[in-house]
């Protein structure tokens, strides 16, 4: 199998581009007939995520020395790091955001880039391994569109994997050319990936450590020593590029000892029943019991299995290094995530920040999906070579890559209506330095009520109170508590000692948690001036 680049037409490069876009398209349908309204945002996980990448389209270029003093949890610092900060993701969303698009539409547009530029990134990475535009194409389908992604559409960090394809073929380029530019691509794929997520930072971690410990076992013993001290270099440039990020992160978890605990690492690992789960429409009606009891949605299909067993056959041909690699990667990844329910998990746990770093140890099973899409795309490309110069290959490989998009179609998904933020907003847009509580203020059983605060506060970005995200701290839980009693006397006086300068109401939530009384008692609070009201919502400056 060529793995030569030269040859690569660029025609057929872009055609592969224009694939992926299309199948993204027709697997995320409807969502991109509509992408600035069809939403998620009923989903809590969805708003902080919108929010998020908002957050960094903002201040990337408002101040970037300040990209992780979010507004949210205010006067809590670094409250970005609370949770996946997403900066590549932002990155991309900032023309969208610039322009004036809504939050709803730049998590659409990044969303579907994802997708595509995951499938592209993978199909172009089994082209160069294998020679084969049907491996690429295949290998595209089952990285960019699978069981995973589609009950994880509310996080858009797992939509964004397309830099481990560029730091497996940096990888594989130190051993092979052995170069320090491949140092350098090693690195930074592996920087970028991190940027898209600190889960995915962890993940990669995993997945490099399994596949360069493969292809340093079979590598030349001559290429060793230079291989090691390139990946080394790789080290130093990657770290080079993550050291701000990764220093916010340690600071967080300094100054508020954030880390995950043994039992969340054990109540979220992964299971046998993970790869028998499935929502697609061509297997949920078998996988529905394990899909049920699993913590995370990762069956790779028939198609992608049955060809990934077929690189894998002993034989003249095969497999090779890098089908070794991408077998050794899916397998010690698996084993990752179901570590934790092993004995004497407890005595490593926090020796090591791969795992305390992460809640969920399940979902690196999308990498396992990543290393078999490469591996189907191997299986694939034998087949071609063995199927030789007969007639019928085509409709063979056309026939294979239809299967695997329709073991993994959930189209159309379901979606929510988005009709924009509440334009009474705008009245804190104008305000001078105002702090902001939105109420009600929801206790740590229904703190996700506070992320649609989030995705209003895009459209003024002042200090809010509130905030949701994947670690609540104490100062939020103490002033949620003094706030409990509002209008009453002790929480105004809580509202002035902490600065807060405008109150957001909304009637029914906070009549449906108060009672009505409540509510009216607000109207006769002569320090809370009431400067705006569009339906449900009244927004109040304190005096």
């Not at 790091?81 to 023309?95: K, R």
């Not at 804190?428 to 929801?442: G, H, K, Q, S, T």
Request: with cysteine.
């Amino acid at each position: 199998m060529s793995t030569s680049t030269r040859s690569t037409p660029r025609a057929r490069v872009a055609a592969l581009l224009l694939a992926c876009i299309l199948l993204a398209v027709a697997h995320t349908w409807p969502y991109a007939r509509a992408p600035h309204r069809y939403s998620r945002v009923d989903n809590a996980d969805y708003l902080l995520n919108a929010w998020a990448i908002s957050w960094v389209a903002h201040q990337a270029f408002a101040d970037p020395s300040r990209l992780f003093e979010a507004n949210i949890f205010w006067p809590a610092h670094r409250t970005l790091a609370y949770s996946e900060a997403m900066v590549v993701q932002g990155l991309m969303a900032a023309p969208i955001r610039l322009l004036g698009g809504s939050p709803v539409l730049a998590f659409n547009g990044v969303m579907l880039a994802g997708f595509a530029l995951t499938a592209f990134a993978f199909g172009l990475l089994a082209f160069r391994w294998t020679g084969s535009w049907g491996a690429a194409l295949l290998t595209a389908s089952a990285a960019g569109f699978n069981a995973h992604l589609f009950t994880r559409m509310a996080h858009l960090q797992a939509m964004h994997v397309e830099f481990i394809a560029l730091a497996l073929y940096g990888l594989d380029q130190v051993f092979t050319r052995a170069r320090v530019r491949d140092a350098v691509t090693l690195g930074a794929g592996f920087a970028l990936q991190g940027l898209t997520s600190i889960y995915l930072l962890m993940f990669t971690t995993w997945a490099l450590i399994f596949a360069g410990a493969s292809r340093l076992w079979t590598a030349e013993r001559t290429r060793r020593g230079r291989a090691v001290a390139l990946t080394g270099l790789a080290a130093a440039v990657a770290l080079l590029l993550l050291g701000p990020y990764l220093t916010a992160y340690y600071r967080t978890f300094l100054d508020q000892h954030f880390s995950r605990s043994v039992a969340d690492n054990v109540d979220l690992a992964g299971s046998y029943t993970d790869y028998l789960s499935s929502v697609s429409w061509v297997h949920y009606w078998w996988s529905r019991p394990f899909v049920d009891v699993s913590r995370s949605i990762n069956f790779p299909g028939v198609a992608v299995l049955t060809l990934s067993a077929v690189a894998l056959i002993p034989g003249r041909r095969g497999p090779a290094a890098r089908e070794l690699m991408c077998a050794t990667g899916a397998v010690g990844c698996a084993l990752v995530a179901v570590l934790p329910r092993m004995p004497g998990y407890e005595r490593i746990h926090d020796l090591i920040p791969l795992f305390w770093a992460v809640r969920v140890q399940a979902h690196i099973g999308q990498v396992v999906l990543l290393f078999l899409a490469l591996l189907a795309g191997f299986g694939l490309a034998r087949l071609e070579h063995a199927w030789g110069a007969r007639r019928g290959w085509l409709a063979v490989a056309a026939a294979a890559i239809a299967l695997v998009n329709a073991e993994a179609c959930r189209a159309p998904l379901p979606y929510r209506a988005f009709d924009g933020i509440p334009p009474i907003y705008g009245v804190l847009r104008d305000a001078p330095n105002p702090v902001v509580v939105e109420l009600p203020v929801y206790d740590r059983r229904a703190w996700a009520g506070n992320a649609v605060y989030m995705l209003n506060s895009t459209s003024h970005w002042k200090p809010l109170v509130n905030g949701y995200s994947g670690f609540m701290p104490a100062s939020y839980t103490r002033l949620q508590a003094d706030l409990a009693g509002f209008p009453g006397h002790e929480a105004l006086e809580t509202m002035h000692a902490r600065g807060i300068t405008h109150a957001v109401v909304h009637e029914a939530a906070f009549i449906g948690m108060h009672g009505q009384a409540r509510f009216d008692e607000i109207a006769m609070i002569q320090s809370l001036d009431r400067i705006a009201h569009d339906g449900d919502i009244h927004v109040y400056r304190l005096r």
